[in-house]
C-alpha cells in the first residue's frame, strides 16, 4: 500500500513542470522508449536490465467528460529522472516541489492522518538532504551566495529551525511591482502597477551589480529567483520617467525583433 500510495499522477507533475500533460505524456514514453533501448543492449552485455515501473507505470484517469485517459503514474525515481532533464530554475523549482510532496505522503502514511489535519514542521533531516540536493542546482544554474543561503534559510524555517544570521537579500529590496508602486506607474488598461514598464527602464539604466540581488522566494505553490533592487533605484526610475516627460507609451523590443509599447498611467504615489 505504502509503495502505491508513493507516486504522483503525470497530471501533477505536469504542472509542476509547467507542460501541456500531452507533452511530459509524450517526453515519458520517449524515456520509456530509451529504457528499452538500454535493456536490450544490457542484455547483450550481459548486464543487468532499466525495471521500467521502478520510475513511470501506466495508469488512467477520467476527464471532465468521464471518460479514461492515459497517464502515468511518477514514481521518486521518475521524479528525479525528470529533474535531470530539466535546466536552470525549472529544474531547481521541479525538485524542491516535488521533495516535499513526497515528504507530505511519507509523513501521511507514518502517521496515519491527513497532512493538511495537523501542522506540523519537516523534518529535519529531510530538510538537510532537501538543502544538499538544492546547492550545487542553484550555484550551477548562476545563483549567487545570497540565494544559496536564503533558499537554505528558507527551508530551515519549515523544519522549525531559525538560523542566527540576517541576509541581506532579505531587507530593504524591491522588486518591481512595488517599484511601479512608489514611482505611481500604473497600466492603462487593468489600472495595476506596471512592473513590466518599470523593468524596461530599469534596462535602459543598465544599473552596476550593487544596486540589486537575486532572492529566492514562495509564494502559494510557486517558488523561484527575483531580483528585486536597492531603495535607491526607485529614486532613479521616477527621474528617468520624469526626465523623459512622464511618456504615457514605453516602447520595448520583443524576442523576434518587434517594437510593442506599453500603455501607462502615472498618478501621485500614495506610498509613503
Not at 107 to 134: C, F, W, Y
Not at 233 to 261: A, F, H, L, S, T
Request: glycine share 6%; aromatic share 10%; hydrophobic share 30%.
Amino acid at each position: 500500500m505504502k509503495q502505491i500510495e508513493q507516486t504522483i499522477s503525470s497530471i501533477e507533475v505536469s504542472e509542476m513542470v509547467g507542460k501541456r500533460h500531452t507533452d511530459l505524456m509524450r517526453d515519458i514514453r520517449r524515456y520509456l522508449d530509451q529504457f528499452n533501448e538500454s535493456n536490450l543492449a544490457s542484455v547483450e552485455l550481459g548486464q543487468g536490465e532499466i525495471t521500467q515501473s521502478d520510475f513511470f507505470k501506466e495508469s488512467t484517469y477520467k476527464d471532465g467528460k468521464g471518460e479514461k485517459r492515459p497517464c502515468y503514474n511518477v514514481t521518486k525515481k521518475g521524479c528525479e529522472f525528470i529533474a535531470h532533464k530539466l535546466t536552470g530554475v525549472k529544474g531547481t523549482e521541479f525538485t524542491a516541489k516535488y521533495i516535499n510532496r513526497f515528504h507530505d505522503m511519507e509523513d501521511t502514511i507514518r502517521q496515519g492522518i491527513p497532512q493538511k489535519d495537523k501542522p506540523h514542521h519537516e523534518h529535519l533531516a529531510s530538510v538537510n538532504n532537501a538543502v544538499k540536493i538544492l546547492t550545487p542546482m542553484l550555484k550551477a544554474a548562476g545563483c549567487d551566495s545570497k540565494i544559496q543561503l536564503l533558499t537554505a534559510k528558507t527551508l530551515y524555517e519549515r523544519a522549525g529551525v531559525e538560523l542566527p544570521i540576517m541576509i541581506e537579500a532579505d531587507q530593504k529590496y524591491y522588486d518591481t511591482v512595488h517599484i511601479a508602486r512608489h514611482v505611481g506607474l500604473y497600466y492603462q488598461s487593468s489600472g495595476k502597477p506596471a512592473d513590466k514598464a518599470v523593468n524596461e527602464i530599469i534596462r535602459r539604466l543598465d544599473l552596476p551589480d550593487n544596486l540589486y540581488t537575486e532572492t529566492w522566494e514562495q509564494k502559494g505553490n510557486w517558488q523561484g529567483a527575483v531580483r528585486k533592487y536597492v531603495p535607491q533605484v526607485i529614486d532613479m526610475v521616477m527621474q528617468w520617467y520624469r526626465n523623459n516627460g512622464y511618456p504615457r507609451d514605453i516602447e520595448y523590443v520583443q524576442c523576434d525583433g518587434q517594437r510593442k509599447c506599453y500603455h501607462v498611467i502615472w498618478r501621485e504615489s500614495e506610498v509613503a
